[in-house]
């Protein structure tokens, strides 16, 4: 897996993690629900990155996406 991809779910959590603190700031539970939905989308990404990087370790895969 490529960098940019972990930089990108990153980027990702951070949001989420900046739109749930200003929905807990403004009393907004939109941002707040938003921010959560977005860290879980960026740890499920890296999740399945996870996998792709073990699969191709297992076997032995150079193959780019």
Known sequence: MGTGDRFENK???VKGQAK???GEA???DRLKNEGR?????A???D???DVKDAA???FGGDKKN
């Open 11 to 13: 980027a990702d959590e």
């Open 20 to 22: 749930q603190g200003l």
């Open 26 to 28: 403004t009393d907004n």
């Open 37 to 41: 939905a977005d860290e879980a989308k």
């Open 43 to 45: 740890g499920f990404k």
């Open 47 to 49: 999740k399945v990155e």
């Open 56 to 58: 191709k370790d297992l």
